[in-house]
């Protein structure tokens, strides 16, 4: 390669860098939900109209941040850490307030019965962030997927990892009261912006009132049922006007993963918070 094409190499990924680095998302839900311009009824927070979700993988990504993580011998207790570039991890005043929360830790188990938890490790002094792990999820090879907001920079970061306790996994599930009765989907192509409805109800058909969860009327999380480690999608809701209705729907839109079967969990509070599961079949 000559000197001047050596130039203009250098000069092509200088430029390419530059505009990228301008693309990057600078709101703390940009990376998780495109064109983020939410609408606030009451104190309750809903997507905007041209907002959706997209499902991604952090480790292909490549954010500036690893996630370790480990847990007690018991698998009751675990710890995680966050640690930038420099080595050094995020403390708690390095980390911005998003939905209500610092950092959002979604907990899934591989294979079994693919139970899941959506948690809030505490700061504490060291750097750590420490939580008390469901008994459903106590002693099972889990994924852990983390979404936090540098405070600096406004940043999404999302990281992602494995773990797994001693002892022997329960395969522990615990029976919702609620019920999804259905999830209708606008479409299910690959690659397509789909929006997901979907209806519930309360106990034996009796109507459900949704209250608020972290600044929004439910939280829905998608993973892959086929590829462990594959990626994740964190949803909220778009008002629709169903929200509060006697046997309510949660709307979410949704750019769709490759093809394959994903579960959705849907976690929503009724004066008692619940996690509810369905199934997503994406075609090709």
């Not at 499902?55 to 207790?77: H, M, N, R, T």
């Not at 959506?118 to 002693?139: N, Y």
């Not at 729907?249 to 996690?275: I, K, M, V």
Request: proline share 7%; glycine share 8%.
């Amino acid at each position: 390669m000559t000197p001047r094409q050596q130039i203009f190499l250098i000069s092509a990924l200088a430029v390419v860098g530059f505009f990228g680095l301008r693309a990057l998302p600078d709101t703390q839900c940009a990376f998780l939900h495109a064109d983020h311009q939410p609408v606030v009824v009451d104190g309750v927070e809903f997507c905007g109209v041209n907002e959706e979700a997209n499902f991604y993988s952090p480790k292909a990504l490549q954010f500036p941040v690893e996630l370790k993580i480990g847990l007690s011998e018991d698998g009751s207790k675990g710890e995680l850490r966050l640690i930038k570039e420099d080595g050094l991890p995020y403390y708690a005043h390095e980390v911005a307030v998003s939905h209500t929360q610092k950092v959002h830790l979604h907990l899934r188990q591989i294979g079994g019965v693919r139970a899941y938890a959506h948690l809030h490790p505490v700061a504490a002094d060291d750097g750590s962030w420490r939580f008390d792990v469901p008994v459903g999820l106590r002693g099972a090879a889990l994924e852990a997927y983390v979404d936090f907001a540098d405070a600096r920079t406004s940043r999404v970061m999302l990281a992602q990892a494995q773990t797994k306790a001693s002892i022997a996994s329960s395969d522990f599930a615990a029976k919702p009261r609620n019920v999804i009765v259905a999830m209708d989907a606008s479409t299910l192509k690959a690659g397509s912006s789909a929006t997901l409805r979907v209806k519930l109800s309360g106990p034996e058909g009796k109507p459900l009132k949704l209250l608020p969860i972290m600044g929004s009327l439910g939280h829905a999380v998608v993973f892959s049922a086929d590829r462990p480690l594959s990626g994740y999608a964190h949803m909220h809701p778009t008002l629709e006007g169903g929200e509060y209705a006697p046997n309510p729907t949660l709307s979410f839109r949704l750019r769709l993963p490759a093809p394959g079967t994903y579960d959705l969990w849907l976690n929503l509070n009724d004066g008692h918070e619940e996690l509810l599961r369905t199934t997503l079949v994406v075609t090709p």
